[in-house]
Antibody, heavy 125, light 110 residues
Framework: QLQLQESGPGLVKPSETLSLTCTVSGGSISSSSYYWGWIRQPPGKGLEWIGSIYYSGSTFYNPSLKSRVAISVDTSKNQFSLKLSSVTAADTALYYC?????????????????WGQGTTVTVSS | QSVLTQPPSASGTPGQRVTISCSGSSSNIGINYLYWYQQLSGTAPKLLIYKNNQRPSGVPDRFSGSKSGTSASLAISGLRSEDEADYYCAAWDDSLSQDVFGTGTKVTVL
């Protein structure tokens, strides 16, 4: 059974870089049928897609975050990671990683069938 | 701001049918598959409906999805107390080149 687990610091200072890792177990991140995505949810608010990566390293990012976001993959460790730079209090959120299907034209689909439990990141000095 | 619009709330009594709408545009719902998620309090979202109207294994057939043009709907029939949750729609947007989520709908069982 595929499982995803987020890990990383729960507290990040303003202007610094948020770094999270998602470890995939029970299956291979190198599957040709899926993207691997990051989604966040600010306290009391809705879901926001951050970006997704294919095992080859191909990425798609939310345009509103693109200048600050980098998602990478390490197939040898079955992990993918998120880096968000120059964080502010507005980046305080519950961060999820998820497995995502793809469209017929090989973009992410919006359909995430396996989710991690989420990890809370607070931006504060 | 979210590209997909949902009503902020919906409610019903046990056994009733509740419908949630998701309104988008020709670059997302109009051309791509639509997905629905259920988020129970304090838990990660769960895929409820995929590719407009398909249910993953384990999802009760009380949940059904439909799509017409640039709008979609999630229907919950035979409402139960355990259906009280937040519900989100999502799709890929070809123009924005990004996943877009709906604004979310809180379903309350009265």
């Amino acid at each position: 059974q595929l499982q995803l687990q987020e890990s990383g610091p729960g507290l990040v200072k303003p202007s610094e870089t948020l770094s999270l890792t998602c470890t995939v177990s029970g299956g291979s991140i190198s599957s040709s049928s899926y993207y691997w995505g990051w989604i966040r949810q600010p306290p009391g608010k809705g879901l926001e897609w951050i970006g997704s990566i294919y095992y080859s390293g191909s990425t798609f990012y939310n345009p509103s975050l693109k200048s600050r976001v980098a998602i990478s993959v390490d197939t040898s460790k079955n992990q993918f990671s998120l880096k968000l730079s120059s964080v502010t209090a507005a980046d305080t959120a519950l961060y999820y990683c998820a497995r995502e299907g793809m469209t017929a034209v090989v973009t992410p689909s919006g359909g995430m069938d396996v989710w991690g439990q989420g990890t809370t990141v607070t931006v504060s000095s | 701001q979210s590209v997909l619009t949902q009503p902020p709330s919906a409610s019903g009594t046990p056994g009733q049918r509740v419908t949630i709408s998701c309104s988008g545009s020709s670059s997302n719902i109009g051309i791509n598959y639509l997905y629905w998620y259920q988020q129970l309090s304090g838990t990660a979202p769960k895929l409820l409906i995929y590719k407009n109207n398909q249910r993953p294994s384990g999802v009760p057939d009380r949940f059904s999805g439909s799509k017409s043009g640039t709008s979609a709907s999630l229907a919950i029939s035979g409402l139960r107390s355990e259906d009280e949750a937040d519900y989100y729609c999502a799709a890929w947007d070809d123009s924005l080149s990004q996943d877009v989520f709906g604004t979310g709908t809180k379903v309350t069982v009265l």
